[in-house]
């Protein structure tokens, strides 16, 4: 099995950053993309930013200009950087990572979530 497991998140004043981690593991061959996805309450969950293998990142318009995505590749793990935060980016976050496995099983896999806050 593959898990996710996020960090960073928190409270933070507007025009604030904050940069939030997520560590892939498991039987995995390789990481074909990896995301972020968010959800504030009353509206569905959107894309905030993914990245594939060859390091393209794809932003929502929304974050374009304030939030960067990264991936090291050999540690497994996404990066998301979010500068000039406003209250309107309060959402839980999530991890995403597209997968090709070890082993017969799925391919897509979530993280947890964490909470991010923008409130002054």
């Known amino acids: 099995q593959v898990q996710l497991v996020e960090s960073g998140g928190g409270l933070v004043q507007p025009g604030g950053s904050l940069r939030l981690s997520c560590v892939a593991s498991?039987?995995?061959?390789?990481?074909?993309?990896m995301g972020w996805y968010r959800q504030a309450p009353g509206r569905q969950r959107e894309l905030v930013a993914m990245?594939?293998?060859?390091?393209?990142?794809n932003y929502a318009d929304s974050v374009k200009g304030r939030f960067t995505i990264s991936r090291d590749n050999a540690k497994k793990t996404a990066y998301l950087q979010m500068n000039s935060l406003k209250p309107e980016d309060t959402a839980v976050y999530y991890c995403?990572?597209?997968?090709?496995?070890?082993?017969?099983?799925?391919?897509?896999?979530w993280g947890q979530g964490t909470q991010v806050t923008v409130s002054s």
């Open positions: 498991g039987s995995i061959f390789s990481i074909n993309a």
């Open positions: 990245i594939t293998s060859g390091n393209s990142p």
């Open positions: 995403n990572a597209r997968i090709t496995p070890l082993k017969p099983g799925p391919d897509d896999y």
